[in-house]
């Protein structure tokens, strides 16, 4: 069965700073990769996706993130953090077999003045 | 145009009763999906539908739950006697129908068992 793993539940970075979030992956074959964001008071939102292809993806709000085969990983970054990026962040892994995803338990980001 | 739409948002039951959950997915969506999120945890997948159809209830935790979605548009996640363990917030999702189309969240209800 598939899983995923965020390490950080919580991470605190500056305003401006650059960020990384943590997604380490279980599953046999090339997985779909998913980074979902989660406002207060919103529904999730997809950031960015991986399925094949270059394995550097960007996504909306200036996030990009990285897939690692050899590490299992698909980590998200920003060179610059926002304040209003202050949010809770999924990551999420599916198959080809089936339509349901899998979800890590997410880090909560706090971004400082 | 609008987005995911779930009723209610909030919802205080006793132990032992009988809730519905109403999803109203965005217009020309064939696929939906229901989640379920615990306090500090991810979503849990719990069943998808492509049109009228489940396709997929494998996370339907027990028989206590089930879903409907009769004309392929509006669903309804309904649990029966339920636990305080069911407390969580339900999310609902949308999508276009080809596999891993993204998905677009409503807001979710947030379920009290008492």
């Known amino acids: 069965a598939q899983s995923v793993t965020q390490p950080d539940i919580h991470i605190t970075v500056s305003e401006g700073a650059s960020l990384e979030l943590r997604c380490n992956y279980s599953y046999g074959a090339t997985p779909y990769l998913f980074w979902y964001v989660q406002s207060p008071g919103q529904g999730l939102q997809l950031l960015l996706k991986y399925f094949s292809g270059d394995t550097l993806v960007q996504g909306i709000k200036g996030f990009e993130a990285e897939f690692k085969r050899s590490q299992s990983s698909f980590n998200l970054r920003k060179p610059s953090v926002h304040w209003s990026d202050a949010a809770e962040y999924f990551c999420?892994?599916?198959?080809?077999?089936?339509?349901?995803?899998?979800f890590g338990s997410g880090t909560r980001l706090q971004v400082q003045p | 145009g609008a987005g995911v739409s779930q009723t209610p948002s909030n919802k205080v039951t006793e132990k032992g009763k009988y809730v519905e959950l109403r999803c109203d997915p965005i217009?020309?969506?064939?696929?939906l999906y229901w989640y379920r999120q615990s306090l500090g945890q991810g979503p849990e997948f719990l069943i998808y539908f492509q049109g009228t159809g489940a396709a997929d209830d494998s996370g339907l935790p027990n028989d206590r739950f089930f879903a409907v979605r009769p004309e392929g548009s509006v669903s309804t996640l309904k649990i029966q006697r339920t636990e305080r363990g069911d407390s969580a917030v339900y999310l609902c999702a949308s999508s276009a129908g080809q596999t891993h189309s993204p998905l677009h969240f409503g807001n979710g209800t947030r379920l009290t068992v008492t």
């Open positions: 999420a892994v599916g198959d080809t077999g089936r339509r349901a995803l899998t």
């Open positions: 217009s020309g969506h064939t696929a």
